[in-house]
Structure formats: structure tokens, C-alpha cells
């Protein structure tokens, strides 16, 4: 997203991938509305299923909660398709895509970035790093990175057409399965996107994913392509920007503490870096402060109040569990309304009001 804004701008820009396009990778592939809403082009042709519902079901208190919208909650797609075509986009822009090109060092100098590939250096006056909680860009910055990581499992799941159909109603979350954490079900064109995490490191996910399979119907004899990943979270306020570098997406631990949606951060952090920069190009320290400002107020403050809600969630099951059976319809549209970004819920946490009116509401 920085590469398009940048270059959109009038800047010359040059993006790095290391593997070749399009590639693989690792993620549910549910795009949140907002997230839909912060692209400045189209997805036609990229958006597999679109959901207008969405359900929400505690198998603790056997309750299921549909929350139904006029437009999609959840879209899903494949990453490699989605991620090549916002690459493309760019590069119709103007930016000149370096793919199957590693970035092997990294020198941060006063005035300008020096670059270094497996194949050549190069010069920049700035550098985002979106590759990656390891990645070589947040390990400049900082040696050490001690990002808190919630582990996921998910799979790729071909089944036949009678249980495709089955679970392609809605896409779904389900809680009080999984210790410390949930399952979810994206349906895809031809197959489900299926996964559990856990906020626990050292739960047994193959197993939870086991139990999850067996709770809501998944067959043994199904074919299954699994992929492991975790998922970072910046809850020790690790620097996002150094001089002339600046961090993104998962790079900077910036995913969303309660369910650990990471898309809409990234694009929202990226469309930001790229207008940190093109507004104070020439004034490096109005670029720190620009970013560092709009990431609080945007996305780390949220954060704040949504780790709280998933210390609840996840740490207190029975509190959860309550909850959820006294108003969960209420508490399953408020969750849906602030992904879709109909509001923030930091702003809605700070007025005591707001507590009363949910216990008072029916």
C-alpha cells in the first residue's frame, strides 16, 4: 500500500520481494469491510465469497449469535491473489517491482538508506519495512524484538459439494473450543479456509485442531493442506520508526489483540507511512513524528482497549460465557460495528456511559 500512495504522490519508489510473484502465503484470507474500504481500487475478480452474515457461537453455553449486515462483514480471499493485486496496482503506478530479489543488509545512514540485495545495492532517501516480524527491516531498527506471538494453525480444507454447500451459509467464530483462544471458518470458492489460535504458547494446536474438526464436522477423510504461522503483537511499545526506516503491518506488531486481524492494520499502517512521507519528504524528523502520531491515534490505542477485551475473553472463559448468554447478540453486533469501522472502540471505552447503556439495553 505505501509503494502505490508514494508513487500515486509523484515519488519514484522501488518494492522488494524476496520470494518470486505471485507467492503463497499463510492467512485465513477474511478481509473486514474497513479493509475493503481503505483500497483505492478494485477487487473485482480477486474476492471469492462475500458474507452478510456472520456467526458468532460459545459451544460453552451451546448459543449462536447471526449478526447480518447490508453489506459484506467478511470477504475472503486467496493472499497470493490479493497481495499480487495490490503488487500490480503499484506497479501501474509507477513502481518498479524487484521480485525473487532478497534484501540482505540494510545501512541506515544520516542522509539517504543504502539498500543491499543478493544482486545489487541501491540508494533511497526512505525505507518500510512490511516484511515481517523478522524481517530483516525490524531487526535494523531494533536487535531485539521481543514481540509478543499468538500461535495459528490453518488449513486449506477440499471437501465434497454437499458439505461445501453445508458450511458456505456464513462465515463463522467459534469460542469454547479452543484453550485460550477460537476456530474459524472463511468459505472460499472451492474449498473452507479452517483454523484455531491461541493467545497460550504452549497449547497443543494440532490437537485443538483436531477437537475443532471434530466439533463442528469436518471429516477425517477430507483433504487438508495445513500451514502453521504466529501472529505478532507490539505489546512492549518496541520503536516503529528509526531515522529513515519505518515498519508496517505485522513488521511493526501491529494486529488486532482480541482476534488477531493483521490485513486491515497493515494496509491502514502502510496508507500512513506513505503519507508521512510524501507530506514531510524533506524533513526526516516531521516523518517520525507524523507516523508515530497517526499509528497511537489510529491503531496502537485501539489496541490498548482491545487487549483488554481479549484478557476477558480468553483468560476468564465462564465471564466470557456469561456475558455472551445476557446480551451476546448486543456485545456480537458491537464487535461487527467496530470492524467495519462504524466506530472506534477506544472512543466508545472511554465513556463509563457506554458500560451502563449495554447492561440497560435489551
Known amino acids: 500500500m505505501s509503494s502505490f500512495f508514494l508513487a500515486k504522490a509523484g515519488l519514484k519508489v522501488a518494492l522488494f520481494e524476496k520470494e518470486k510473484l505471485p507467492r503463497y502465503k499463510t492467512c485465513g484470507g477474511g478481509l473486514i469491510h474497513k479493509s475493503i474500504n481503505m483500497l483505492p481500487f478494485s477487487l473485482n475478480g480477486i474476492v471469492e465469497k462475500e458474507f452478510f452474515e456472520v456467526a458468532v457461537c460459545d459451544h460453552k453455553i451451546k448459543r449462536s449469535f447471526v449478526v447480518k449486515r447490508d453489506v459484506p462483514i467478511i470477504s475472503t480471499v486467496m493472499r497470493e491473489n490479493f497481495d499480487y493485486n495490490i503488487i500490480k496496482t503499484a506497479e501501474k503506478q509507477g513502481v518498479e517491482i524487484f521480485s525473487n530479489t532478497k534484501v540482505v543488509d540494510i545501512i541506515d545512514k544520516t542522509s539517504e538508506v543504502l539498500v543491499i540485495t543478493d544482486s545489487a545495492s ?120 528509526k531515522n529513515r526506516l519505518l515498519l508496517t503491518g505485522d513488521a511493526a506488531g501491529l494486529a488486532d489483540p482480541l482476534m488477531g486481524e493483521g490485513i486491515s492494520r497493515a494496509l491502514l499502517s502502510g496508507k500512513i507511512a506513505g503519507e508521512a512521507i510524501s507530506n514531510n519528504f524533506d524533513d526526516p524528523l516531521e516523518v517520525v513524528a507524523f507516523y508515530n502520531s497517526r499509528i497511537y491515534h489510529e491503531i496502537i490505542r485501539d489496541n490498548k482497549y482491545t487487549g483488554f477485551i481479549s484478557r476477558i475473553v480468553y483468560n476468564y472463559p465462564q465471564l466470557r460465557s456469561l456475558l455472551l448468554k445476557i446480551k451476546g447478540q448486543q456485545l456480537s453486533d458491537l464487535v461487527t460495528e467496530a470492524s467495519m469501522g462504524e466506530f472506534k472502540l477506544s472512543s466508545e471505552m472511554r465513556n463509563p456511559l457506554n458500560y451502563l447503556k449495554l447492561l440497560i439495553n435489551k
Open 122 to 241: 541501491y540508494t533511497a532517501k526512505y525505507l518500510i519495512g512490511a516484511d515481517g516480524a523478522n524481517g530483516i527491516t525490524a531487526k535494523t531498527i531494533s536487535e531485539n524484538r521481543n514481540y509478543r506471538r499468538i500461535p495459528a494453525l490453518e488449513c486449506e480444507i477440499y471437501l465434497n459439494d454437499i458439505l461445501l454447500d453445508k458450511f458456505s451459509r456464513f462465515a463463522r467464530f467459534d469460542f469454547g473450543i479452543i484453550h485460550f483462544g477460537y476456530g474459524w471458518v472463511f468459505p472460499k470458492n472451492d474449498h473452507l479456509s479452517v483454523g484455531v489460535l491461541s493467545m497460550e504458547t504452549k497449547v497443543n494446536l494440532n490437537k485443538q485442531l483436531q477437537k475443532y474438526f471434530a466439533e463442528i464436522g469436518i471429516p477425517d477423510t477430507a483433504k487438508i493442506e495445513k500451514h502453521g504461522y504466529s501472529i505478532p503483537l507490539n505489546t512492549n511499545n518496541l520503536p516503529l520508526v
